[in-house]
């Protein structure tokens, strides 16, 4: 609605504002504003302001449990029962002609305009009065001082947003987005240092690198031998680090007639020093994944026993949260951290991508060439149905997720062999009976835990009665 078509409603109609506090909900009665917005004072004076603004009526929220309702619904743009009682009981509304209700929230006010039937007014000079209602807010209602007004605002303001972040909290999935992505910054970096030490250390031994081709490994050889001349003194400690006699006979043999020259102590303490931090860096990124497979175990099993814990993960991630990817169609996670390429395919009219994340899963790489968009196209399929599994269940568990991984196995072999695997609904027959089977069993073993609860309880119940016993004679 524009400025001018407020102003006379303003002048034709009664003006009342509907102001959204902390502590309950307030209704003005708006008389005379274009007056008091001449007036520099109003703004800062709470008389000069409260000629003009009357607090017609005043409805505190009666918990904070009954507070953040109303704020949830206030932010959902939905009527409120309590708002609803609140303006039939203080409005005149059986003039609706004659009155018009000012509402900042948009939404609010359609939702109002809908319900009631009330003529709704959210620009022109509402916002104003809004903000100079909220400066003042505690000269109209007495007894509310600036110091208590402080605390609803604060208490409401934090159960709203553990409100809007419960399933953050209560998922955990957060904890796996940020994991993943400090994963994937630590891979980046122990490659770059691993490059960094490669060209130092081969200045001294320039043969380890065609020995030794994996970079993680590598640092820690480095930081194990130091100088050439020790690998022949180190070599037990290299094959417990390698695994294999054979290379460390190689890494002994080629220190002994190597090319390399010489380094000096205040080199080589140098390049200790750096592959001593590189080696600390591996270390963690191993314990960091430990503990990436635990979380995506306990958070998304499913779509871990499909995937694996780094493809579901990286989708988690990717997607926002495991909400936001149990939403998702198939056809969406099949080209998920494929956008660029899909938007550039679609701008050029050439071919699509089949793929996006997923295809670092093993089974795109085993399929053929010719399969491999069918592939991704049932792999993604199965995705979305362990995600929403995931997501919406309340006692996850990796049933499904097995069942569905023994799907895409059969439906590979298909492709490859040509036969004809078990239909779907047999497979979920299967899954269900074998989630049946497997709620029993938890249910007969928590009836054991019980039972030895209680003969652990009955057991020190009655030495503590001998005791008591043997005390009084």
């Given at each position: 609605?524009e ?13 009342f ?13 708006v008389k005379?504003f274009?007056?008091?917005?001449k007036?520099?004072k109003?703004?800062s004076?709470?008389s000069?302001?409260?000629s ?8 505190p929220?009666q918990?904070s ?23 039939e009981s ?13 509402i ?24 104003e ?12 209602v007495k ?5 208590s ?21 209560n ?16 891979d ?13 250390y ?19 050889l480095?930081?194990l ?5 020790n ?9 417990e ?11 002994v043999?080629?220190s002994?007639?190597s090319?390399?020259?010489e380094i ?17 860096l591996?270390?963690y990124?191993?314990?960091?994944f430990?503990?990436l497979?635990k979380?995506m ?5 499913n ?7 780094i493809v ?7 997607a926002g ?17 494929a ?8 701008k050029?009219?050439t ?7 997923i ?9 053929d ?14 995705c979305?149905i362990?995600?929403?599994?995931d ?22 072999s ?13 497979f ?10 497997f ?10 835990k019980k039972?030895?609860?209680r ?17 009084e004679?």
């Open positions: 609605m400025t001018e078509d407020v102003k006379t409603l303003q002048s034709t109609q009664r003006l504002v509907l102001y959204e506090h902390a502590s309950g909900y307030a209704l003005f009665r005379g274009d007056q008091i917005q007036d520099p109003a703004a004076d709470a000069i302001f409260g003009a603004v009357r607090l017609q009526a005043f409805s929220f918990s449990v009954n507070a953040i309702d109303n704020a949830n619904c206030v932010s959902e743009g939905v009527v409120h029962d309590d708002l609803r009682v609140f303006l203080n409005l005149p509304l059986e003039k609706k002609s004659k009155v018009a209700l000012g900042v929230d948009g939404k609010l006010g359609a939702a109002v305009m809908e319900g009631l039937g009330l003529n709704c007014i959210t620009a022109g000079s509402i916002p009065i809004a903000r100079l209602i909220k400066r003042h807010f505690s000269f109209f007894g509310l001082t600036d110091k007004e402080m605390k609803a605002s604060l208490g409401l303001s934090h159960s709203f947003s553990r409100c809007k972040v419960k399933f953050n909290v998922r955990a999935d957060n904890m796996i987005i940020q994991s993943v992505n400090l994963l994937d910054q630590l980046k970096d122990v490659n770059m240092f691993s490059m960094r030490i490669r060209e130092w081969s200045y001294h031994f320039p043969e380890l690198v065609k020995i030794v081709n994996d970079n993680r490994l590598y640092i820690k480095v930081n031998i130091k100088d050439r001349s690998s022949e003194q180190v070599a037990d400690q290299i094959t680090l390698v695994g294999d006699e054979n290379i460390t006979q190689q890494v043999q080629a002994k007639t090319m390399g020259m000096s102590p205040i080199d080589l303490m140098n390049i200790e020093a750096f592959s001593k931090k590189a080696t600390m591996v270390n990124r191993s314990v960091l430990e503990y497979t979380k175990a306990m958070i998304a099993p779509l871990c026993s499909l995937v694996g814990e579901g993960a990286r989708l988690i991630s990717h949260s495991l909400i936001n990817l149990a939403k998702y169609p198939a056809s969406t996670i099949q080209i998920l951290g956008e660029k390429a899909l938007f550039r395919a679609i050029t009219k071919a699509t991508p089949k793929y996006g994340l295809f670092h899963s093993t089974f795109i790489g085993r399929a060439m010719k399969d491999k968009g069918k592939m991704s196209r049932y792999l993604s399929n199965k979305a362990a995600a929403r599994i997501c919406f269940s309340e006692k996850p568990n990796m049933v499904i997720g097995t069942k569905l991984r023994v799907m895409v196995e059969d439906r590979l298909f492709f490859k062999t040509g036969v004809v695997p078990k239909t779907n609904e047999e979920m027959e299967e899954a269900l009976n074998e989630l049946k089977e709620e029993e069993l938890e249910k007969e073993a928590r009836k054991k039972e030895q609860k003969l652990k309880k009955a057991k020190a119940a009655l030495i503590a009665e001998a005791n008591g016993m043997m005390v004679a």
